[in-house]
């Protein structure tokens, strides 16, 4: 349809109808017994019939049969037969799942993000859905905080870069093409700041550190175009994200050029009364609206108020139109007045889910996205040794992830099943070993407080036949990790380590077996101080999807070596936190080797992460020359190349991240200590050499003053490249402007 004729179709809205579009609502409202939903607790929501019949669109339903079904049956009573968006969590993968996005992150791959996006938003487009509330670009610091796991990390520019892939993944260059989905980028903004590591709870940041490291992510899926943008629950400057107008309108629209659809985040424009912000839900529709939210997620907040906002003069009509249009426009970006089924075919959906390829994609990404944290020689595995998998882990399907709801373990493949496919069958062995949490370790899941009751004499058959396994094993890998519901939303923990059960026993296998190593599972960074001095080594393998077990066997018998860096900084212990390699510069830091008393540092504890941001060892070694710079003095009318020689100096092949970090040591604000600014993987034969070189321009100089503008400041520059965020192969630049 043309701009136009969707004004004209506005036009011919009633009022009610329109702000129909404006509600969102859960698939069971348009299922065959929904009867039983409308006269049950949702009737407290205040939604009318008269509001499922109008309702804009529908989230967490899918599966092409019913959603042509639900879209049929609303679309002939839709009074101007509009279809309705069909939207869904597809936040690591739909049915093939991928890597946690934070293990994602730790691939320092945008492209390999861009074909996962790719392949997901194929098998939801074919599973009927038009939108993704993917990929979430909130910077994460607090390692407390469970969401941390749907992020791709701590760092601006590397979140922009996922960012901006995953988008382009999921959109492809028009969404309205077959297989492509609407992305919506989440949560706006600075969700990940809550306080505390706590979910759901304030976010208090300067202005200043809200536009220099939290809003960089979101602007770059902007700049790529995603479709839709989600509110977050948070405050910002003491205003709820989602009635917040400077926020939505000033920042979001006016400065970063948003012009897609703004939908609340769940119940959001709703709680805003809890907030203390909104006096009733009148007033939080009129405020929601004011800062131009276009959908509310499952309340009834604008569907039971705005039209008598509208009568009583409170809010105009255009407010609502403005909304109304962005919302048809969308949907005619999807194609969907053409055809309202889109992609929704029940015989594709059996042969593009989950297929071969999709797979294929899933393994490689997973085995990409390990970290290896540490190897005493004992990685690769040496198979001709007897060797016992003991840990919870072993055999267990559960490693997709709490934020993988369209995922299904049973399609996952564990590590024994991968295992037994490669190793000999006569002398390896494989055992639990504890169950995964304490008994007494409360869970709550989505339906309550999940049981997880193994009686004491079971635990103790257990490990016993554990410790007897690890006496008779040369080697003794241990998948360990968090339960897949400690993390995710509403999943926050304030002591961020690995189950006690397990550490007891892995203490009791230590005594008669030195030669371990940890597979670790975890949405998050754990406090590992313990597990990584009893191991030889630790591999890190977040929730690694559906393809899990083979990847982590490609890892640990060396089919694949491990590249992966760890996008969010391993903290010593939970008092460091938030610990991140970008901190700002302070007037007294710490000075290594000296024990001076008034410096910014712990006395208990090192200043240090245990294992930094940009982290990650290979089954080779690698060797980097000093960095080489094509002239020591930068102009904003020319570039300089930084370049640096990396030789694999190891038996294996294997690839590099190299990262380009920089430093401006006297700017009109402070700075942080080190930025990312570039990376490049690199492949390396055994014994090879490469060049690698970084072209640097004036534009990655610049950074947000006092005064609010953006700009590059001349003057000295510190800039390293190197194989961590740590590192201290550094190079001066000098900046000189000639523009003046
Ligand atoms: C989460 C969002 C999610 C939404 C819909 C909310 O609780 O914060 O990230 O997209 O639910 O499922």
Redesign the pocket.
């Known amino acids: 349809m043309k701009k136009e004729e969707l004004k004209e179709l506005l036009k011919d809205m009633s009022l009610k109808e329109k702000i129909g579009q404006m509600l969102q609502l859960m698939g069971v409202f348009f299922l065959e017994d929904a009867d039983s939903v409308l006269t049950g607790p949702w009737q407290s929501l205040g939604i009318e019939e008269e509001d499922i019949r109008t309702a804009g669109s529908i989230?967490?339903t899918y599966g092409a049969d019913t959603l042509m079904k639900i879209q049929k049956a609303y679309m002939e009573k839709q009074p101007h037969h509009i279809p309705m968006l069909f939207m869904m969590?597809v936040i690591h993968g739909m049915k093939t799942i991928f890597p946690a996005p934070l293990g994602l992150g730790a691939a320092f791959d945008p492209e390999l993000a861009e074909r996962c996006a790719a392949v997901a938003a194929k098998e939801a487009s074919v599973s009927g859905l038009h939108v993704v509330?993917s990929p979430?670009a909130d910077l994460v610091r607090d390692a407390r905080w469970g969401r941390v796991m749907?992020s791709t990390g701590e760092d601006p520019y590397l979140n922009g870069r996922y960012a901006q892939a995953q988008v382009k993944g999921f959109q492809g260059e028009d969404m309205g093409q077959p297989y492509k989905v609407c992305s919506?980028i989440?949560?706006f903004a600075a969700?990940g700041g809550a306080e505390a590591g706590r979910d759901y709870n304030t976010v208090e940041l300067s202005e200043h550190t809200l536009r220099d490291f939290y809003l960089p992510a979101y602007k770059a899926g902007i700049d790529a175009k995603a479709g839709m943008v989600?509110t977050s629950?948070n405050t910002v400057n003491g205003i709820p994200a989602s009635t917040n107008r400077w926020l939505m309108r000033d920042i979001l629209r006016e400065e970063m050029g948003f012009d897609g659809v703004l939908i609340s985040?769940?119940s959001a424009i709703m709680e805003t009364i809890a907030h203390g912000y909104s006096a009733d839900e009148k007033d939080a529709a009129k405020k929601a609206l004011e800062a131009g939210v276009d959908i509310d997620?499952?309340t009834g907040v604008y569907a039971g108020n705005l039209c008598k906002l509208v009568e009583e003069g409170e809010v105009e009509e255009a407010q609502i139109d403005e909304c109304v249009l962005r919302i048809l426009e969308l949907k005619n970006r999807l194609g969907l007045f053409e055809n309202p089924y889109k992609d929704a075919d029940p015989k594709k959906e059996k042969t593009v889910v989950l297929c071969e390829e999709h797979r294929r994609l899933a393994r490689e990404a997973a085995a990409k996205s390990f970290v290896l944290l540490k190897n005493e020689g004992i990685l690769p595995l040496d198979a001709t040794k007897k060797i016992a998998f003991i840990g919870p882990y072993t055999n267990n399907k559960e490693i997709i992830s709490s934020w993988a709801v369209t995922g299904n373990v049973s399609d996952c493949v564990t590590m024994e099943e991968a295992a037994r496919e490669v190793l000999d069958t006569v002398h390896t062995t494989y055992h639990a070993g504890s169950p995964m949490l304490e008994n007494e370790y409360e869970l709550i899941g989505f339906g309550g407080i999940l049981a997880h009751d193994v009686s004491e004499a079971e635990q103790q058959k257990m490990l016993a036949e554990a410790v007897a396994a690890a006496k008779e094993a040369d080697i003794v890998i241990m998948p360990l990790g968090e339960h897949y519901q400690q993390s995710g939303?509403a999943s926050s923990r304030a002591m961020i380590d690995v189950p006690e059960v397990q550490m007891r026993l892995l203490r009791e296998v230590a005594k008669v077996n030195e030669n371990i190593v940890v597979v670790l599972f975890s949405g998050r960074p754990l406090d590992i101080r313990e597990l990584s001095r009893t191991a030889k080594a630790v591999l890190e393998v977040w929730f690694p999807g559906t393809e899990g077990g083979h990847a982590i066997m490609d890892v640990l018998t060396g089919k694949v070596n491990p590249s992966g860096k760890l996008s969010m900084s391993f903290p010593y212990c939970v008092g460091q936190i938030p610990v991140h390699y970008d901190a700002y510069s302070t007037g007294r830091p710490d000075l290594e080797g000296k024990k001076e008393k008034f410096r910014s540092k712990y006395q208990d504890i090192p200043n240090e992460p245990l294992y930094p941001f940009g982290y990650g060892l290979s089954y080779t070694t690698y060797e980097i020359s000093p960095v080489s710079l094509s002239s020591e003095v930068l102009t904003d009318e020319g570039l300089v190349e930084a370049s640096v020689k990396i030789k694999n100096t190891g038996k294996a092949a294997g690839t590099e991240v190299v990262q380009l970090y920089i430093q401006d040591i006297t700017a009109s604000v402070v700075r942080p200590v080190k930025e990312l600014k570039g990376f490049q993987k690199v492949e390396l034969a055994p014994g090879e050499e490469k060049s690698v070189t970084f072209v640097i321009e004036e534009p990655m100089l610049r950074f947000l003053r006092a005064d609010g503008t953006v700009g590059s400041e001349e003057g000295k520059f510190h800039l390293w490249i190197g194989c961590d965020s740590m590192t201290e192969n550094m190079a001066e630049l000098q900046y000189s402007c000639k523009r003046k």
Request: glycine share 6%.
């Open positions: 989230l967490g969590d509330f979430m749907e919506c989440k949560h969700y989600m629950f985040d769940f997620m499952m939303e």
